[in-house]
C-alpha cells in the first residue's frame, strides 16, 4: 500500500513563504516522479510542479516559475515544494501525487498515488 502525506500547509500574507512537504511510504520510489498539483473551489485540479526520481529534472507551470522549487530526498523517500511571494491566486489544496512512468506527466490521470491534500491559503 503506498501512502502519501502532504504537510506544511497554512496561512500566509500575500508575498510570504511557505514549505510544502510529501513523506512516501510503503514502497520504494526510486522509480516514481513525484508531481504537486493544487485545486482551488470551483476550479479543475492543475499541475504545479513536478521532479523526475531518477534523474531529478524539474518541471513547473508558467505562472510559478522562478517563485516555486520542487526537489527531494531520496533517503527520506520525501519531495518538498518551496513557495516564495505567495499570491492570493496560489490560494487552493496542494495534493502530492506519484507515477511510475519514463515522464513527468503535469494531468492527475497520469498519477497513480495521491495524499490526502493540504490547505495553502494567501491573504492579500
Known amino acids: 500500500q503506498v501512502q502519501l502525506v502532504e504537510s506544511g500547509g497554512g496561512l500566509v500574507q500575500a508575498g510570504g513563504s511557505l514549505r510544502l512537504s510529501c513523506a512516501a511510504s510503503g514502497r520504494t520510489f526510486s522509480s516514481y516522479n513525484m508531481a504537486w498539483f493544487r485545486q482551488a473551489p470551483g476550479k479543475e485540479r492543475e499541475f504545479v510542479a513536478g521532479i523526475s526520481w531518477i534523474g531529478g529534472s524539474t518541471y513547473y507551470r508558467d505562472s510559478v516559475k522562478g517563485r516555486v522549487t520542487v526537489s527531494r530526498d531520496k533517503a527520506e523517500n520525501t519531495v518538498y515544494l518551496q513557495m516564495n511571494s505567495l499570491k492570493p491566486e496560489d490560494t487552493a489544496v496542494y495534493y502530492c501525487?506519484?507515477?511510475?512512468?519514463?515522464?513527468?506527466?503535469?494531468?492527475?490521470?497520469?498519477?497513480?498515488?495521491w495524499g490526502q491534500g493540504t490547505q495553502v491559503t494567501v491573504s492579500s
Open positions: 501525487a506519484a507515477a511510475q512512468r519514463m515522464v513527468v506527466g503535469t494531468t492527475p490521470t497520469e498519477y497513480h498515488y
